[in-house]
C-alpha cells in the first residue's frame, strides 16, 4: 500500500543494474530514460556498464529528485 513504483539495484559483472516496476501511476519508462535505459510504462530498466552500485544509486535518486522538483512525477 502507498507504492506507486520500485526501482532494485543489484551488482553485474560490468557494473550494476536497476529495473524498475510501476503500478501505472508513475511511468518508469520516463524515468529509466534519463538514465540510459528505456522499456515500458510499467515495466522498465537501466544498465550501467563500468560503474560501481552506489553511483548507479546516486545518479537514479538525482533524477528522481529532479523529476518531483520539476513535477514530472
Do not use: W
Amino acid at each position: 500500500a502507498g507504492v506507486d513504483a520500485s526501482f532494485v539495484a543489484y551488482p553485474t559483472a560490468d557494473g550494476g543494474s536497476i529495473p524498475a516496476r510501476s503500478i501505472g501511476d508513475v511511468n518508469v519508462q520516463v524515468i529509466m530514460e534519463k538514465l540510459g535505459g528505456g522499456g515500458h510504462m510499467n515495466a522498465s530498466g537501466a544498465q550501467f556498464n563500468h560503474t560501481d552500485m552506489d553511483e548507479a544509486v546516486a545518479c537514479l535518486k538525482q533524477v528522481l529528485d529532479n523529476m518531483i522538483k520539476e513535477g514530472d512525477i
